[in-house]
Every structure is written in structure tokens, then in C-alpha cells.
């Protein structure tokens, strides 16, 4: 399968960690991918990790790739209210068609 | 470095027109795809063009099409437009589709309604 699945909402108090989490099914990924799309706007990639990585880490962004799970994390450290957005995970999938398959989108919601 | 340049931006289309959606890749990028985008269906790959060459192909009809010139730019083009078809369409530019983990580019993507 190529499912990419994520939860549709996280709220989280500003200053705090957000933590979006992702599960994917397919086993031939070599990438995964972090989007964040603002209000009307495109996406922007955020960070990428590859598949023989466990961990990435870019200023307040870490990324946790546990492959045996098929599970993908990013967490944002001191969330800020510029971070309110909806963030995609994607995959990379190369046993096919080479396609990049998108998650849904976690929509991050900063409370005050 | 100029972004992925989407256009137009916005546009209204009654139900059995046609529309043209363009893209125009950063400087240097030879792989351009294009994704539907709707609330209830998320990101839906559409396609993927590579040296004017269609490389990759999602589960849409054939009223949905596209195409890509020599210098890159790509255009997607939906004929007999359903209501369904209202979505923004995403166009994404990379040197290789992705390929060795290269950065891929999303425009700011073009605002399709159907009415």
C-alpha cells in the first residue's frame, strides 16, 4: 500500500514542544519529507530525512525516523505562533512509479 | 534564485469549460509535477514532467492533462470542468523529482473554482 497517515489536528500551547507524528506503509521509502503550508499559501518544504537516518536536527526541527515502525516524527521546540500551519508528511516511494505520497496534513493550532 | 511561479492565482469556470494552469520551475530544474489539492482528498499527485517528457502519471481522468516545454515550463490543463474539479493545483520543481533527497519546490499553487 502507499498510505501516508497522520492525525488531522494537534493543538499545542505556545512555548511548548509540538511533536506531529506520521506512519507510513510502504518499505521501499527512501525519503521522507516535512511541508508546511500556510493559510492560502504553498507548501514549503521544512526538512527531509533519509531513510538509513534515524534522527535529524535543523535549529528547532528534529526529526525521529523509526523504520521498523514505519514511523515518522517532527518536533518543533518552543513553538511559536508564526508555526500555526498545516504540516505534510510525505514519502518517496521508489518500488513503483517513483511517486512522492502526501499525508493529509496535520493542521498545528498555537494556544495562547 | 526566482520560486516556482503559478498562474494565474485565482480563477472561476463554469462546469464543461476547459482551463489552462501554468508553472514555470526555478531556473535549472528539469522535473516539474503537479498536485490537486482538496480538503477532503489532501494532496493528490497528478503527474510529473521531466525534459518534456511525462514520467509519472496519478489516478485521474483523461480530462486532466499536461504538458512540458523546452525550457521547462509546464502547463496542466482540465477540459470539461466538474464541480468536483474545484481545488488549488500545486506545481513542484526540482532538478531530478526528488531523486538523492534534492529539495523539492512548491509554488504558491492556482485556486480553481468551479461553479
Known amino acids: 500500500g502507499e498510505d501516508v497517515e497522520q492525525s488531522l489536528f494537534l493543538s499545542v500551547r505556545e512555548g511548548d514542544s509540538s511533536v506531529i507524528n506520521c506512519t507510513y506503509t510502504?518499505?521501499?521509502?527512501?525519503?521522507l519529507y516535512w511541508y508546511k503550508q500556510e493559510p492560502g499559501a504553498g507548501l514549503q518544504l521544512l526538512t527531509y530525512?533519509?531513510?538509513?537516518?534515524d534522527m535529524k536536527q535543523d535549529q528547532r526541527l528534529t526529526v525521529l525516523l523509526n523504520k521498523k515502525d514505519k514511523h515518522l516524527s517532527l518536533r518543533i521546540a518552543d513553538t511559536q505562533t508564526g508555526d500555526s500551519a498545516i504540516y505534510f508528511c510525505?514519502?518517496?516511494?521508489?518500488?513503483?512509479?517513483?511517486?512522492?505520497?502526501f499525508g493529509k496534513g496535520t493542521r498545528l493550532h498555537i494556544l495562547p | 534564485k526566482a520560486g516556482v511561479t503559478q498562474t494565474p492565482r485565482y480563477l472561476i469556470k463554469t462546469r464543461g469549460q476547459q482551463v489552462t494552469l501554468s508553472c514555470s520551475p526555478i531556473?535549472?530544474?528539469?522535473?516539474v509535477s503537479w498536485y490537486q489539492q482538496t480538503p477532503g482528498q489532501g494532496l493528490q499527485f497528478l503527474f510529473e514532467?521531466?525534459?518534456?517528457?511525462?514520467?509519472n502519471k496519478g489516478n485521474f481522468p483523461g480530462r486532466f492533462s499536461g504538458r512540458q516545454f523546452s525550457n521547462s515550463r509546464s502547463e496542466m490543463n482540465v477540459s470539461t470542468l466538474e464541480l468536483g474539479d474545484s481545488a488549488l493545483y500545486l506545481c513542484?520543481?526540482?532538478?531530478?523529482?526528488?531523486?538523492?533527497?534534492?529539495?523539492?519546490?512548491f509554488g504558491e499553487g492556482s485556486w480553481l473554482t468551479v461553479v
Open positions: 513542484a520543481s526540482s532538478q531530478d523529482g526528488g531523486m538523492s533527497g534534492n529539495t523539492i519546490y
Open positions: 510502504d518499505s521501499s521509502s527512501t525519503y
Open positions: 530525512i533519509f531513510s538509513n537516518m
Open positions: 510525505a514519502e518517496r516511494v521508489w518500488n513503483r512509479d517513483d511517486k512522492i505520497i
Open positions: 531556473s535549472g530544474h528539469r522535473s
Open positions: 514532467y521531466f525534459s518534456e517528457t511525462q514520467r
